[in-house]
């Protein structure tokens, strides 16, 4: 239904409008602009003033998972679900990131092609959630890293079938696992797992069918195969090494700008607790690959150990820790992850014929990042969402690493530590 918001800022991705207008149709944008140039057309329609407020573009996670819960064994969880309760669980995740303002969201990593049907229920209005984009099951060597959500493959033949396969399943874009990773047994994150003629293969078969590639790279080597392929984002991009240090190659971070490859770093709620438990510096050379003029996007990784869907803002948060201004935070969430994952053309600004994917929030997000927290309505696509108050708290903290049992990839990044320190 039609309707006219009116807020002290509206902050288009463009630029800021004060007292802004914005209007919406059933389900785009239709006018943007300061409230003493609303064409008379308008006028008339229902309003709602939010004094004190700012409208932004929906936000956008680039990177989650909806079948892992969060917890803190989720991989443990999904390998023992069935399908039926995979499904279930997906649409709660989903609903959880519309609940903190994530309008769209690209799921790098689901098994059965579920998030396909979870993609499709959301467009067609049967589910509630972010708009998806899906990559079905990574593309991983065998007994490689997330290897049971069933994308193994080896041979070069074998990765253009699973190609072809995931294109005629319906996926939006590959993901590949170029390195190791933190989840999986038997997998660690500084070693390649694919060499850089069998990426090429993924990237070239996945050109040939109009779909970008994503490529989980943590280590060097990993990272430098990926980039010699050609894929569309990193995500990571950590610059690991065998004794879990950071290892920042600049002559390889000029390589990734040069080609407009974007990073997702992967920053989530737990980087101050990973730092403060391992070591570790999360995301100290950020500023610099920006600086260079690498294109950054936001992406948490929701779901997995001990980031729940919910915990968006905390990300965004710290990455204004790591120095970077609210303003450019902000693109990370919008305009620029619109970029990466395509959608700039529909999403990610608030400007006529986009989709109406807009949050209204209480305060200045210039001033305080944090207000993006302080939600006063969710549109997506049009629709309303009101978070469902008191199922979780969006502004309680994370409850990191609180289980006994920690999880491998954590026990991983430990021994590894003690290993530098000895
Ligand atoms: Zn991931």
Redesign the pocket.
């Known amino acids: 239904m039609p309707e006219v918001l009116t807020a002290p800022r509206v902050m288009t991705g463009d630029q800021t409008v004060t007292d802004g207008v914005v209007v919406i149709g059933d389900r785009t944008v239709d006018w943007v602009g300061p409230a003493e140039a609303l064409p008379t057309e308008y006028v008339a329609l229902p309003r709602t003033d939010y004094p004190g407020s700012t409208i932004t573009p929906g936000l956008i996670d680039c990177?989650v998972?909806l079948g892992f819960d969060g917890g803190p064994t989720p991989a443990a969880r999904l390998r023992s679900e069935t399908d039926e309760q995979q499904l279930v669980l997906m649409l709660h995740s989903a609903r959880d990131l519309l609940g903190v303002g994530v309008t769209t969201a690209r799921d790098?990593?689901a098994r059965a092609y579920l998030d396909v049907v979870v993609r499709d229920a959301i467009a067609e209005g049967l589910a509630r959630g972010p708009r998806m984009i899906v990559a079905g099951p990574p593309i991983t060597v065998t007994g490689g890293h997330c290897w049971f959500m069933g994308g193994e493959a080896d041979s070069e033949d074998d990765l253009r079938r699973m190609v072809r396969t995931h294109h005629k399943r319906g996926v939006d874009l590959i993901k590949v696992m170029s390195t190791g990773g933190f989840m999986t047994t038997g997998s660690a994150p500084w070693y390649a797992q694919f060499t850089a003629a069998q990426l090429a293969v993924i990237v070239e078969e996945a050109r040939r069918v109009d779909k970008p590639v994503a490529a989980?790279a943590h280590g060097i080597e990993g990272i430098r195969r990926a980039v010699e392929a050609g894929v569309s984002t990193l995500?990571h991009c950590s610059f690991v090494t065998e004794t879990n240090e950071r290892r920042f190659s600049e002559p390889l971070a000029a390589r990734i700008a040069e080609q407009g490859i974007f990073v997702c770093p992967?920053i989530n709620v737990n980087a101050p607790y990973v730092a403060e438990l391992t070591g570790i510096a999360v995301g100290e050379h950020l500023k610099a690959m920006h600086e260079m003029g690498i294109r950054i996007i936001a992406g948490t990784?929701a779901g997995?150990d001990n980031t729940p869907h919910h915990q968006y803002l905390g990300a965004l948060e710290y990455l204004v820790t790591l120095g970077f201004r609210p303003e450019e935070v902000l693109a990370m969430a919008t305009t620029e992850a619109a970029a990466a994952l395509g959608v700039d053309a529909i999403t990610g600004r608030l400007a006529p014929g986009y989709d109406a994917d807009l949050i209204v929030v209480d305060g200045d997000p210039r001033a305080d990042i944090a207000v993006l927290g302080m939600l006063r309505r969710v549109i997506a696509r049009g629709r309303d969402y009101l978070p469902d108050s008191g199922r979780f708290d969006v502004s309680a903290p994370g409850t990191p690493f609180a289980s006994p049992e920690h999880t491998v990839d954590l026990q991983l990044l430990i021994e590894a530590t003690r290993r530098r320190q000895a």
């Open positions: 990177h998972h790098l990593g989980h995500e992967t990784d997995v």
